[in-house]
């Protein structure tokens, strides 16, 4: 198959988007059911690990792009620039299977909680796609505002559960004392 840069790039756009809205939805999937408990999000939280798996998935055809990008351009990426775009983008991609790999292990295994070092990934390809999509915005705020409006949706869900969930555990424990006494 032959590759244009105008095919490559679009391909880029498409799989980066696609890439950005698995990880959200894995990221936000369990405070959503802690908050709106519902049949829709409680199938999402169950279902976390595959959003995870998709997420990688659409991100390796977003690889394959581009390594088409630079056998279309090597002078570009093996620039002393390119060069650091390649490596940060390289560590993004071990995260990015770290993550997967826990996801396959966590099916395995569903009583399995999440090690810090799963929620760390997460938050760094989260802060490197918030980032692109909010940077994208000028070019084109038709797509990117939504794109970053869902990566800033998926933290604030999450900020929000988590201190929610610890007012919960100070409420029942207030109550726990006071019962007893």
């Not at 829709?40 to 997420?55: D, G, V």
């Not at 794109?147 to 610890?166: D, E, Y």
Request: proline residues 4%; charged residues 15%; positive net charge.
């Amino acid at each position: 198959m032959h590759w244009d840069l105008d095919g490559v790039m679009l391909w880029l756009r498409v799989t980066a988007r696609f890439s950005g809205i698995f990880l959200a939805a894995s990221l936000a999937a369990p405070a959503l059911a802690l908050l709106w408990p519902s049949s829709f999000t409680q199938w999402m939280a169950s279902n976390r690990h595959r959003f995870t798996l998709l997420f990688a998935f659409s991100h390796t055809l977003h690889l394959g792009g581009v390594m088409a990008l630079v056998s279309l351009r090597p002078a570009q990426f093996f620039s002393r620039s390119g060069l650091v775009v390649l490596i940060g983008g390289g560590l993004g991609y071990v995260l990015i299977y770290y993550l997967a790999g826990m996801a396959f292990l966590r099916r395995k295994s569903p009583e399995m909680r999440d090690a810090k070092m799963q929620t760390v990934s997460s938050y760094i390809l989260w802060v490197a796609f918030t980032l692109a999509f909010s940077i994208g915005l000028p070019r084109n705020p038709w797509i990117y505002a939504p794109l970053a409006a869902i990566m800033l949706f998926a933290s604030a869900v999450r900020i929000f559960a988590k201190h929610t969930a610890g007012a919960r555990q100070r409420l029942d424990q207030l109550h726990a004392t006071k019962t007893k006494a």
